[in-house]
């Protein structure tokens, strides 16, 4: 307990050798300055010991974190899209990985002639602060497949990532887009030939480094399984053999500046190694650059410009076949209001001059999408085939359709290409 201030103890000592009869001129001694110094420490030291400990720093988030809701339960999301479709031309089916893929001609994979529903759903929550869960399955008229489902990192050191289960790898920049999330209904047709449809992908392990730079630089690693499981996507091979030279390796260098305003830019280059199914031994290498011109003059503009071109090496049975391609888009969007409305053209390319009988192919694409808000979108698109050699069309195809969006959205969707809001 503290003492009186000084001043009052002196005066209280003063009143009593005054009272008690003592000589005038006595002197009343000063109050102790050590004890009342003494006296401070202890209160000081109580105080500090009662305080709580010091709680450790929670580690540095290296993705946005999400909020769930009040009882704890993880995020669902709902995308569902109802799609009016017609098309000419010889349909073809495409199979993974880095196979000799058969090329869609008039309509994306699973959008039958006349029309269908496809839905994915997703399951997002962050667990314990140090991992985030990502869930997507695609639901159709032809059945149900799991998409992805992957745990990531949030607070490794060294600004590591680490990302496992089953996953799209970051091949490029379409890749790894859900089908919702396309700038077009169509995946291009190199990326088709080369990894198939919905993507490029398998069951294994990324990891992914962010230089500490005043700009985007970004270099990931990924070995992945080639079985495709639940997902379908790949050959099956005998139990026990699966080895080194079966897994499939992809390697992405990635660097961007997007500033909220003027122009951004971004550059890439991606190589994916892995065993085709041609054969046991057959090997398939994929490289690829990408770039990419973003302008927003204003908040309400957008005009892009992007590019992808690749280069397949595949070994088949008694030779080697090559084979490059790529694409070109342009596109913009604006805000209307409320609303959201983008369009985008897109010219493809893939010569398949090296290969007997064939031709190089040529495909022009369009699409116009109209958000109507952040849960809703009309989207309209058509393609046609050219073949150079005859002069004429080898197919064509277009669709309609309406999205509808709840919760969440899978990977690079939310809005008309993901780029106004």
């Not at 010889?90 to 058969?102: D, H």
């Not at 398998?202 to 639940?230: I, K, N, Q, T, Y």
């Not at 050699?389 to 809005?415: I, K, S």
Request: proline residues 9%.
């Amino acid at each position: 307990m503290r003492l009186l201030p000084p001043w009052l103890t002196a005066a209280v000592a003063a009143l009593a050798l005054s009272s008690s009869g003592l000589a005038e001129g006595a002197q009343v001694r000063p109050p102790d300055e050590d004890a009342d110094e003494e006296d401070m420490q202890a209160v000081r030291a109580a105080l500090q010991a009662s305080r709580p400990a010091p709680q450790p720093t929670p580690p540095v988030a290296l993705l946005p974190a999400l909020h769930p809701t009040a009882d704890g339960l993880p995020e669902l999301g709902l995308v569902a899209e109802l799609v009016a479709s017609y098309g000419t031309g010889r349909a073809r089916t495409a199979s993974w990985p880095l196979s000799l893929a058969e090329l869609p001609v008039e309509l994306p994979p699973g959008v039958a002639p006349g029309g269908t529903v496809r839905l994915e759903l997703s399951l997002q929550h962050v667990v314990d602060g140090w991992f985030r869960l990502d869930v997507f399955a695609l639901a159709g008229a032809g059945g149900t497949s799991l998409l992805e489902a992957y745990a990531t990192t949030r607070a490794l050191p060294l600004r590591l990532q680490l990302r496992g289960g089953l996953l799209l790898h970051r091949f490029g920049i379409e890749n790894a887009r859900h089908p919702h999330a396309l700038s077009l209904p169509v995946r291009p047709v190199a990326l088709l030939r080369a990894f198939g449809d919905p993507g490029g992908g398998g069951l294994g392990l990324e990891a992914s480094f962010r230089a500490p730079l005043p700009w985007l630089l970004e270099v990931s690693a990924a070995v992945l399984s080639p079985l495709g499981g639940e997902a379908g996507r790949g050959r099956e091979l005998p139990a026990g053999e699966l080895g080194l030279l079966d897994l499939l390796y992809v390697v992405t260098l990635k660097q961007a500046v997007w500033p909220q305003r003027g122009l951004g830019v971004s550059l890439g280059g991606s190589a994916a190694l892995g065993p085709n199914p041609t054969g046991r031994a057959n090997r398939t290498d994929v490289y690829g650059l990408d770039a990419a011109l973003l302008w927003r003059p204003t908040p309400g503009l957008r005009l892009g410009l992007a590019a992808e071109w690749l280069w397949r090496r595949q070994q088949v049975p008694g030779g080697l076949q090559q084979e490059a391609g790529g694409y070109c888009a342009l596109s913009a969007a604006v805000r209307l209001g409320g609303m959201v409305l983008a369009g985008a053209v897109r010219y493809e390319h893939l010569d398949e001059a090296q290969h007997p009988g064939a031709a190089s192919r040529h495909r022009l694409a369009a699409g116009l999408d109209l958000e109507l808000g952040r849960g809703s979108l009309l989207r309209g698109g058509g393609m046609v085939d050219l073949d150079p050699a005859d002069g004429g069309l080898r197919g064509w195809g277009g669709l309609l359709g309406l999205q509808l969006r709840l919760g969440p959205h899978g990977p690079r969707g939310g809005d008309a290409h993901g780029l106004l809001r």
